[in-house]
């Protein structure tokens, strides 16, 4: 079993920055994958970026890249997901989630832990 913990949600105006956080508990391994997913209101969850605890690969959905960068603190079982230049399309619930599997992937079901999420809304 695998617990998440999201934190650094907020409310932020265009164009601004806010660091997610996501702090793991039980077992994990440096080949397991950690995600970042988002749900709008009124819209399916989507993903966000995925990268192993090892830190070897990682993946971000085309609408966050070159804004958002995904790193993590192994020291500390944490993922960070710092976010740029936000947009107000950017506004969701944002999950960490986990598979305890090396397979890279964007799929949602392909991740059996999930975080209770983190809200962010950006402003225009």
């Known amino acids: 079993q695998v617990q998440l913990v999201e934190s650094g949600g907020g409310l932020v105006q265009t164009g601004g920055s806010l660091r997610l956080s996501c702090v793991a508990s039980?077992?994990?391994?440096?080949?397991?994958?950690v995600g970042w997913f988002r749900q709008a209101p009124g819209k399916e969850r989507e993903f966000v970026a995925a990268?192993?605890?090892?830190?070897?690969?990682?993946s971000y959905a085309d609408s966050v890249k070159g804004r958002f960068t995904f790193s993590r603190d192994n020291a500390k079982n944490t993922v960070y997901l710092q976010m740029n230049i936000l947009k107000p399309e950017d506004t969701a619930v944002y999950y960490c989630?986990?598979?305890?599997?090396?397979?890279?992937?964007?799929?949602?079901?392909?991740?059996?832990?999930w975080g209770q999420g983190t809200q962010v809304t950006v402003s225009s």
């Open positions: 989630a986990a598979r305890p599997w090396p397979r890279m992937s964007s799929l949602i079901n392909d991740y059996p832990y």
């Open positions: 039980g077992r994990t391994s440096s080949n397991d994958v």
């Open positions: 990268m192993r605890w090892s830190g070897v690969g990682t």
